[in-house]
């Protein structure tokens, strides 16, 4: 399956073929988003496909739920499954206390509801995306298209009364045009280089009307198997 694969994709996939042997017969998944969490899609579904494995997997966006089906897995939803054993999902850094920046996928706030329903969250990460603070990542923002540009300028001043480093932020594009997320949602970039008090800032920036959630995974991670380009794996 993995074939000729460059350093960080080889990475990517060692992560996520150690991090399915977590996953036992029976088990409702959450399947996360991006491409480290389609190497685990993929993975499951040679095992689904091969060994017989049974699962109910939940997909965080409608890319995965995709990619599931075509890999054999059944897919089902949140509220059918109602809670899940295990997460499997990427993120954009991680901290040592297992802390992560997600959503550079678009896929935030399904991944935030997947993996708090969840009696465990296994992450899944090349080790470059291992650092000592987190926010060198823009941390994306999820907001409602209403009054989006007054939900940017209201994070702004909220940044700069926190005394973060950064302030900017930036409306993502799809081409010329707004990204919108599977829930029809915008998503602004905050450019902050380096969060002091992560867990601060996120219960901050949800207090903001138009925020729908931000890319703070603060205390949900429990494990985060991180793998090196030469094939080695960590499980932290
Ligand atoms: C999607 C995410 C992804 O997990 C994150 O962006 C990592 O993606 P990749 O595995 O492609 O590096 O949070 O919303």
Redesign the pocket.
């Known amino acids: 399956m993995s074939g000729e694969l460059s350093p960080i994709d080889k990475a ?1 996939f060692v992560a996520a073929k150690r991090a399915v042997d977590f996953v036992e017969d029976g088990m409702r998944v959450g399947l ?7 190497w685990m899609v993929r993975c499951l579904g040679e095992l689904v496909r091969e060994d017989g494995l049974r699962i109910k997997g939940v997909p ?2 409608s890319r995965t739920a995709e990619l599931a089906r075509d890999c054999g897995i059944t897919v089902v939803s949140l509220d059918e499954a109602r809670w899940l054993d295990l997460t499997i ?4 850094e991680f901290d040592q206390d297992l802390n992560l920046i ?7 706030l399904q ?1 935030k509801i997947v993996a708090t329903a969840s009696d465990q969250m296994i992450v ?3 080790v470059g ?1 291992e650092v000592e603070h987190l926010g060198h990542f823009p941390l ?1 923002l999820e907001v409602i298209p209403f009054g989006w540009q007054t939900t940017q300028a209201l994070a702004e001043e909220m940044l700069i009364s926190m005394d973060v480093l950064g302030r900017q932020s930036s409306l993502r594009m799809n081409g010329a045009a707004p990204y919108v997320t599977d829930e029809g949602n915008y998503i602004l970039d905050l450019h902050l280089n380096r969060i002091g008090n992560a867990r601060q800032l996120a219960m901050v920036l949800n207090q903001i009307p138009g925020v729908v959630e931000n ?1 703070l995974f603060i205390d949900i991670c429990d494990k985060v198997v991180v793998g090196f380009g030469d094939g080695r794996v960590e499980v932290r």
């Open positions: 990517k996360g988003t991006g491409s480290t969490a389609a965080t966006s999902d990427g993120a954009d997600k959503g550079g996928g678009g896929a935030l991944e899944i990460a090349d995306k994306p890319g």
